[in-house]
């Protein structure tokens, strides 16, 4: 029987190319669907739609990408994806793997619940409460509760610069996501989980403490020790996600800490580095899931 299946993005980039094709080698029928033109009905036809698309008479949605947008925009989309759950279409990663993994402060949260060793970090609303933080970690990274690709992310080590910052946040009704700095020689590691396993994973070494591959750190493959893979494995089941980016911070004291883990992943750096086919194992994870 072919499986029906849609990608649900905000762009036709390499990674729907690739995800598609990889879903086409294995015979299903694929549709790539605009996320802004998802509608919703209740009663008299299907229950969401995209271009005519009932995604609800669908085996699986795929969510490459969730733009931005207002607060009602972002609740409805995250709405109509728990309504196609319900109605038993498999959505990959899960409406609740997505909300837990594009809120830093939840993500966090999660990961010290589930005993994965996480940055120190002070989640805070208002300017003094911030300052406060600030004083009490010293040197901490501040980032937008909701962001990716190290885009609006800075590090803060003096008293001056933290209260220019937060003032300047203050002005947006910013949330204050504090992040205690963890010296790591300008290296970090990604290592891309999909189901159980960690599949590939690699270095990012920077010029400076940012380690995006999007601020210019260098990709090289590497071989996770196991005691490193089953901590990855560890910190994506505890968003309950079936594939994810989990970034590593191995400290200059020898520590490895788990400081972020990306439910909505790019791997096209890894797989510059990497000579496993990552879109096809993506591919068959969500195949795997239905019934």
């Not at 990608?7 to 299903?28: F, K, M, P, Y």
């Not at 271009?51 to 109509?80: H, K, N, S």
């Not at 300017?127 to 004083?135: E, L, P, T």
């Not at 990274?141 to 800075?154: D, M, N, T, W, Y």
Request: with cysteine; hydrophobic share 45%.
């Amino acid at each position: 029987m072919q499986r029906r299946v849609a990608i649900l993005t905000g762009s036709e980039n390499w990674h729907v190319r690739v995800l598609s094709q990889a879903l086409r080698d294995r015979g299903c029928q694929v549709s790539v669907l605009p996320v802004v033109a998802v509608t919703a009905r209740v009663g008299g036809g299907p229950a969401v739609s995209c271009r005519d698309v009932a995604l609800d008479a669908l085996d699986a949605v795929v969510i490459r990408t969730l733009p931005g947008g207002t607060t009602e925009q972002i609740v409805y989309r995250m709405d109509a994806l728990q309504t196609l759950q319900r109605r038993g279409v498999r959505v990959v990663n899960s409406p609740r793997a997505i909300e837990r993994t594009v809120d830093k402060y939840l993500t966090s949260a999660l990961l010290e619940e589930a005993g994965v060793p996480t940055p120190l970090t002070i989640v805070a609303q208002g300017f003094d409460a911030a300052m406060q933080a600030f004083r009490e970690l010293g040197d901490v990274v501040a980032k937008p509760l909701f962001g990716s690709e190290g885009r609006g992310i800075v590090r803060l080590t003096d008293a001056d610069t933290a209260y220019r910052v937060f003032r300047a946040w203050e002005l947006i009704g910013a949330v204050y996501y504090l992040q205690a700095f963890i010296p790591h020689c300008d290296s970090d590691v990604r290592a891309f989980v999909i189901g159980e396993r960690v599949v590939a994973a690699m270095t990012r070494t920077g010029d400076s403490w940012k380690t995006n591959v999007r601020q210019g750190a260098e990709p090289t493959a590497f071989e996770l020790p196991p005691a490193w893979a089953e901590l990855a494995v560890r910190a994506a089941r505890a968003v309950g996600a079936d594939y994810a980016g989990v970034d590593l911070l191995p400290a200059a004291d020898g520590r490895i800490f788990v400081p972020e883990v990306n439910g909505i992943p790019g791997w096209a750096a890894l797989q510059r580095v990497s000579a496993v086919d990552i879109a096809g194992l993506i591919a068959e994870q969500v195949l795997e899931g239905l019934t």
